[in-house]
């Protein structure tokens, strides 16, 4: 298949976007930019599309889609109750980087949910994520646009990495936002509960709508506790070398990272190091990759995956991180780091 590469950076193309939304309404595969990863979308109400989005990432299809809209009437039509909380949250945060998890109307068919009687809805915010949603008649299953297993894709040159020849058109809108996937929150429980960390913090939920937990299976390695949200039970995100992160205070964590990368290099390894602006320049050893800087906590986020993807490409034999504990995304960056180390973490 060839796989057409529709340049939106630095406008949306009409006619671009509308040869996108015909695409989709025919049952075909069209990736593109929201503000947190790019989204390989099809046709939310045609089990065929979401067929074709499993085979294309090479994802186990019990591990369901986000559905996306671009209105709150779409919202009706594929839920069968939206409780209040919904609606709070709508307006708080819509369009934007948070995920709400409802129950399913007979529209959506489980070929999208996994099987599952409840759907994962979001109204993203990118300009060209809701052009193409309209186009395409208003409903968009879309996972992030990796091969299952490897990092979301920030640029359009990672899904073009990962899908090209396997899916229609890749709608190219720049490097997004924010970087890491939308916050998602499960409105079914009794106490609204975070099945995944993203942009839309804890702190901010509750704000909003008073209790709300964070699922007790994200961060355990204990089998009995598993995480509610299908996705978060793969080893995601991971990068082919081995991935440990070093936590403590800032000069011991330096030291530490200097240590270990001496070390590779010696046995003949090369370490890729994971850093952030403030101290890149003091290691004298491996590869070293600044994630951003810590007075801006953005930065980090968006550009943790693309940094995975290229020490995968350039190679390296182990790599080491710093730990990114800052005040709103830490929760966040945190949770996506963890899991690309396998919970290999050394403490200093
Ligand atoms: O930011 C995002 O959310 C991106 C962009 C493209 O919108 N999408 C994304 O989709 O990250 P994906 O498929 O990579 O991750 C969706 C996660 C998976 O962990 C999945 O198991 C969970 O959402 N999920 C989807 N539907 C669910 C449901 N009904 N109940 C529980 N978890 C659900
Ligand atoms: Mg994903």
Known sequence: MNTILADMTNRIDPELMTLAGRIIRSGGLVAFPTETVYGLGGDAL??????????????????????????????????????????????AFWPGPLTMVLSKSPAVPLETTGGLNTVAVRMPSHP???????????????????????????????????????????????????????????????VPLVLRPGFISLEMLQSVLGEVRMDPGLHSEDPAFRPKAPGMKYRHYAPKASLTIVEGSEAAVRAKIEDLARQAEESGGLAGIIATDEDASVYAHGIVRSAGTRSDEITISQRLFGILREFDDLHVSVIYSEAFDTPQLGAAIMNRLIKAAGHQIIQV
């Open 128 to 190: 060209a994520a809701l052009e193409l949603i309209r186009k395409s008649g208003g409903y968009i299953a879309a996972p992030s646009a990796n091969t299952s297993g490897r990092p979301s894709p920030t640029e359009a040159k990672h899904v073009q990495a990962d899908l090209d020849g396997k899916i229609d058109m890749i709608i190219d809108g720049g490097p997004v936002g924010i970087g890491i996937e939308s916050t998602i929150i499960d409105l079914t429980e009794d």
């Open 46 to 91: 045609d089990p065929d599309a979401s067929r074709r989005i499993y085979t294309a990432k090479g994802r186990p299809s019990d591990n369901p889609l986000i559905v996306h809209i671009a209105d709150m009437g779409a919202l009706e039509k594929i839920v069968s109750d939206i409780p209040s909380a919904a609606r709070l949250l709508a307006d």
